[in-house]
Structure formats: C-alpha cells, structure tokens
C-alpha cells in the first residue's frame, strides 16, 4: 500500500513541476517573469503576495508544536522587522510590494531544511507535508497569475456580447448589483474590496481549524478545503481558455478604454441584439467563466459547516460578501456565478469521493454536475439571444439545473455523513476501536 501511495506523490510532483516549468517557459516568452522566478524574488525584495505569506506559514504551521509555532512566528516577525530596519536606513521605501512576508517565507524554507537534514521517516514526511501545503498555497497564486496573463494573450476576442444577453435570463444582477455598490460611497468599495483580495485568508483559517489536529495525531485527515481549492484553481483556469470573457467593468464600462463596447456598466443595461466575438487587449485577463471567487468562496462555505458556530457565521458572511463584491465591480456576470456553483459541487463530490470511495451516488451527481455545467456553457454560447428574449423561462430552468445540483449535493452528504453531527461528537472517543 506504500509503494503505491508514493509512486502517487511521486507523479504529482513531477506533473506540478513540469507544468510550473512550462509555465516559466510561456511567461518568458511574453517577456515576463513566471511562477518560480516571481517565487524567489520574494525571498529578497518586497513581497507581492504579503498577507498571504503569513496565511501560507499559518498552514505550514498545523504540523508544528505550539512550542514551534511561537517560536516560527517570532522569527518571521523579527526578520521583517529587520529587513523593515535596513530598508529605512537605506532609504529604500516600498513602492511596489509589501512591506512584509518575507520573513514567513524565510520560515517555510527554514522548515524544509530542518525537515531534509534533522528529520527522519514519518517525522520528515510531516513536516514536509506542511511545508507543501504553506508553498502550494502561495504557487498557486503565483501560477494563476501567470495564467492569467496567457489568456490575456492567446484568447484576442472575447464573449461578453453572448454572456451579456444571457445575463438578462438571470434579471443583470451585475449591474444592480454595481448600482448598489456604487451607491455605498468608497467605504463600501474598500470594504468589499478587502474580502474579494483576502479569501486565501479565509480559506486558511477554515483550513486551520480543520488540520488543528495533525501536531497531535501526526497525520492528516482524508478530506479537508485545500484539497479542493488547488482542484479548482487547477480545472478552472482551463475553461477561461474555452470561454474568454472579460467581464462587464471592461466590456462596458469605464475600466475598457477604448476597448470597451460602450460605457454603461452599471447604469445602464447591454441592448439585446446579436451576439459577436468582441476583440480586446493583450492585457485583460479572460477569467470570469466560471467566477472562481465564487467557487472558493462557495467551498469555505460549504467547509465551514462542520465547524464551530462563529466559523459556521464567518462562512456564510465570507460567501455573500465575495457574491456582492464580484457582481459589485463589475468583474463577473450572474451566468458566471451560476457556473461557478455548479462547478464548485461537482469537483467537491468528486475531491471527496477520491478520498473515501466511489459508490453510485457519487458517480451519478459527478456526472448530473457534469452535464448541468456543460449546457450551461453551451447556452450562454448559443442560446444567449433566446435567454434574452425568454428570460421568464430560461432563468427559472438554469436557476433550477443549480438548484439540483445542489439538492444532489445536501443528500449525497446527509448519506455519507447520516446524524451531522457536530465534528467534536464524530471524532473517536479514547477507547474506541
């Protein structure tokens, strides 16, 4: 049963590097930093991914004592007070970076070598599970922007015209939405603005709580929310490559240029007339279908459940907030925050079935999923003039095609998860075999 399990872990890692390679490779050719050179630059200058750095060490962290935890966190904190130190001396103010993080990254790689050249067998293995948790998190940031620069440059038109018509099926919430947001004045926009960029931050403390166990038990439970937030950062970024869109901000608003259609988001909606492939810049990256916020934000939410009620709350405010913030500026259509749902349940069924069995139910709502966002994405393409035209009946069908994924969802977890009880009462008794 080893030997499988590693020669498993073995081929992901050199999946993961030959595409962080290829990737490398793409940017420069773009004349561009990638991935690992962006990486390691982190290690000296001032850190773009800052806050998520210290959120990265806070994962890495679940496989330390409390003892090694004080001590990691204070010597990341003393080392960017230090570099925090030399850069006032030196007179070199940060202007395109944060003024911390290096110091957690500093930490992490202090933590791998300890794990190389003090460490042995299952302790090694430990601690280097942590170390691959706390730099996945920061690589798929890093990865995801480089990715997004290839749809900027291989995908020159765009299909907000199709998804605009299409959005009239679900009442435009972007642009209602937009108005709203608007109306809120700039407190409004920070604040929705803080919990749109943060959400690696609220995905680490569902995912802290949830590991809080390893130091102890020294081993990691079968399902928890990073596994499934690398699966969907890893598949959705692939169907952007399929369906480039833009979003409405700079389609049809201000944020185009000259780019854009028109400048009406949000106070006024798209006409309906027939849709066309919209060209656009080399800049813009193509990433709204499906909203990957959403699908994030809809895997904290459904990972909070199980947690204790002020995570349970923070969840569901973190899902709503990121909702209201991605239809609020104008980054996504309601078409794509549907897509999002139903791509979001499907993978998570799936994620969760990998780890405790395949059964028929599980095959079946993998499949269900499937299908509903397949012809999603068929009718936004094709069908966009009629879901204008008939909004009345192709927004209730869609909403409906969600709602039973969803429904599959909550039964296939009451099967697999019968009393819901509270995670304190599912966790083995001492004693118990």
């Given at each position: 049963?080893?030997?499988?399990?590693?020669?498993?872990?073995?081929?992901?890692g050199a999946v993961t590097l030959a595409f962080l390679v290829a990737l490398e490779i793409a940017a420069r050719?773009?004349?561009?930093?990638?991935?690992?050179?962006?990486?390691?630059?982190?290690?000296?200058?001032?850190?773009?991914?800052?806050?998520?750095?210290?959120?990265?060490?806070?994962?890495?962290?679940?496989?330390?004592?409390?003892?090694?935890?004080?001590?990691?966190?204070?010597?990341?904190?003393?080392?960017?007070?230090?570099?925090?130190?030399?850069?006032?001396?030196?007179?070199?103010?940060?202007?395109?970076?944060?003024?911390?993080?290096?110091?957690?990254?500093?930490?992490?790689?202090?933590?791998?070598?300890?794990?190389?050249?003090?460490?042995?067998?299952?302790?090694?293995?430990?601690?280097?599970?942590?170390?691959?948790?706390?730099?996945?998190?920061?690589?798929?940031?890093?990865?995801?922007?480089?990715?997004?620069?290839?749809?900027?440059?291989?995908?020159?038109?765009?299909?907000?015209?199709?998804?605009?018509?299409?959005?009239?099926?679900?009442?435009?919430?972007?642009?209602?939405?937009?108005?709203?947001?608007?109306?809120?004045?700039?407190?409004?926009?920070?604040?929705?603005?803080?919990?749109?960029?943060?959400?690696?931050?609220?995905?680490?403390?569902?995912?802290?709580?949830?590991?809080?166990?390893?130091?102890?038990?020294?081993?990691?439970?079968?399902?928890?929310?990073?596994?499934?937030?690398?699966?969907?950062?890893?598949?959705?970024?692939?169907?952007?490559?399929?369906?480039?869109?833009?979003?409405?901000?700079?389609?049809?608003?201000?944020?185009?240029?000259?780019?854009?259609?028109?400048?009406?988001?949000?106070?006024?909606?798209?006409?309906?007339?027939?849709?066309?492939?919209m060209p656009f810049d080399e800049i813009t990256p193509r990433n709204c279908m499906p909203s990957l916020h959403?699908?994030?934000?809809?895997?904290?939410?459904?990972?909070?459940?199980?947690?204790?009620?002020?995570?349970?709350?923070?969840?569901?405010?973190?899902?709503?907030?990121?909702?209201?913030?991605?239809?609020?500026?104008?980054?996504?259509?309601?078409?794509?925050?549907?897509?999002?749902?139903?791509?979001?349940?499907?993978?998570?069924?799936?994620?969760?079935?990998?780890?405790?069995?395949?059964?028929?139910?599980?095959?079946?709502?993998?499949?269900?999923?499937?299908?509903?966002?397949?012809?999603?994405?068929?009718?936004?393409?094709?069908?966009?003039?009629?879901?204008?035209?008939?909004?009345?009946?192709?927004?209730?069908?869609?909403?409906?095609?969600?709602?039973?994924?969803?429904?599959?969802?909550?039964?296939?977890?009451?099967?697999?998860?019968?009393?819901?009880?509270?995670?304190?009462?599912?966790?083995?008794?001492?004693?118990?075999?």
């Amino acid at each position: 049963m080893r030997r499988p399990r590693v020669l498993l872990w073995s081929a992901a890692g050199a999946v993961t590097l030959a595409f962080l390679v290829a990737l490398e490779i793409a940017a420069r050719h773009y004349g561009l930093p990638g991935p690992v050179t962006t990486q390691v630059q982190e290690l000296v200058v001032a850190p773009q991914s800052g806050f998520l750095l210290y959120a990265s060490m806070g994962l890495m962290m679940v496989v330390l004592t409390w003892r090694q935890r004080l001590i990691a966190l204070g010597v990341a904190l003393g080392i960017d007070a230090v570099i925090a130190l030399i850069r006032l001396v030196a007179d070199a103010p940060v202007t395109d970076g944060h003024p911390f993080g290096t110091g957690a990254l500093w930490v992490i790689v202090g933590v791998t070598v300890i794990a190389l050249t003090r460490r042995t067998g299952p302790e090694r293995m430990l601690l280097l599970k942590g170390v691959g948790l706390g730099l996945l998190l920061v690589a798929g940031r890093k990865t995801g922007d480089t990715w997004l620069l290839i749809t900027s440059k291989t995908r020159p038109l765009v299909l907000d015209q199709y998804l605009a018509n299409a959005d009239r099926a679900f009442g435009n919430p972007s642009w209602a939405v937009g108005r709203l947001v608007e109306a809120t004045g700039p407190a409004g926009d920070f604040f929705l603005d803080s919990i749109y960029t943060q959400l690696p931050v609220a995905a680490v403390c569902v995912a802290v709580y949830q590991l809080r166990h390893v130091a102890r038990d020294r081993v990691f439970p079968g399902h928890h929310l990073v596994r499934t937030f690398l699966v969907i950062g890893l598949v959705g970024p692939a169907i952007y490559m399929i369906f480039p869109v833009v979003g409405p901000i700079f389609a049809f608003g201000s944020d185009g240029g000259h780019w854009a259609m028109a400048d009406l988001w949000p106070d006024t909606a798209v006409p309906v007339g027939t849709p066309h492939h919209m060209p656009f810049d080399e800049i813009t990256p193509r990433n709204c279908m499906p909203s990957l916020h959403t699908a994030w934000a809809t895997a904290i939410y459904i990972h909070s459940r199980r947690g204790p009620k002020f995570l349970r709350y923070a969840g569901t405010f973190w899902l709503v907030a990121t909702l209201a913030a991605t239809l609020g500026f104008g980054y996504h259509y309601g078409a794509d925050l549907v897509a999002g749902v139903v791509f979001t349940l499907t993978l998570e069924v799936g994620v969760r079935a990998f780890d405790r069995g395949w059964d028929r139910s599980a095959v079946l709502l993998v499949v269900h999923g499937t299908v509903v966002f397949s012809v999603l994405l068929v009718a936004y393409r094709y069908l966009s003039l009629e879901m204008a035209h008939y909004p009345w009946l192709y927004g209730p069908l869609f909403l409906l095609a969600m709602g039973s994924v969803i429904y599959g969802y909550v039964r296939i977890v009451r099967r697999w998860e019968p009393k819901a009880a509270p995670l304190a009462q599912l966790e083995p008794q001492p004693g118990m075999a």
